[in-house]
């Protein structure tokens, strides 16, 4: 078994479906202080780094701990979980008609050090959102989009944000699960 450093709905559904048998524990991390010290790093690296933190910070206790993060950036900006629900449609504002591109990271650490880790990219084509959807989808979604980043739920009504979408389907829903399962075997987590 090993642990999740997260307690995401979407991560602790996607490991649930693959049969990987885990305990969650939020991970007490300060995302914000982290992305300030990386600076103008790229995307990926952000997004590696919040992983590899908080597969850090919590006590496994010998077993695996899978931190995972994403981050959206549109247009050069690098967006974050929307503060409150008009935040919110200011992002999909910003968002419509753009591309927004989709950094997802996991992290695995055993004993307080990183044993692997790795980033995936998505690309996201959002429609031109007019204010009526926007304020009918967030009257639908919210509270619940508020603890995505991008403002959506791919497995809901985020879906009708996009025109088109490259990239795996597990890291738009916020981890690269195909590059997790095969680490997880590599470390004998599952059978090869």
């Not at 307690?7 to 300030?36: C, H, N, P, Y």
């Not at 990271?105 to 690309?123: I, Y």
């Not at 980043?149 to 597990?170: D, K, P, Y």
């Not at 590059?179 to 090869?192: D, H, I, M, P, T």
């Amino acid at each position: 078994m090993i642990v999740l450093a997260s307690k995401s709905a979407s991560r602790k559904a996607m490991l649930t479906d693959a049969g990987v048998a885990f305990e969650a524990v939020s991970a007490d991390v300060d995302e914000r202080a982290i992305e300030q010290a990386l600076g103008d790093a790229p995307p990926a690296t952000v997004a590696l780094e919040l992983a590899r933190a908080k597969a850090l910070a919590v006590d496994g206790g010998g077993r695996l701990v899978l931190g995972s993060d994403s981050l959206v950036v549109v247009d050069g900006r690098r967006f974050d979980k929307p503060r409150d629900k008009a935040n919110a449609a200011e992002h999909l504002r910003f968002f419509s008609g753009k591309v927004m591109h989709l950094h997802s990271a996991a992290a695995l650490a055993r004993n307080g050090k990183v044993v692997w880790s790795h980033a995936a990219e998505a690309r996201l084509t959002v429609r031109d959102l007019s204010e009526e959807f926007i304020a009918a989808y967030l009257d639908e979604e919210w509270p619940e989009v508020g603890y995505c980043v991008g403002v959506f739920r791919i497995e809901a009504l985020g879906v009708q944000l996009f025109a088109n979408i490259e990239g795996n389907h597990f890291t738009v829903l916020g981890m690269p699960l195909l590059a997790v399962l095969g680490a997880l075997r590599e470390q004998g987590e599952l059978l090869s």
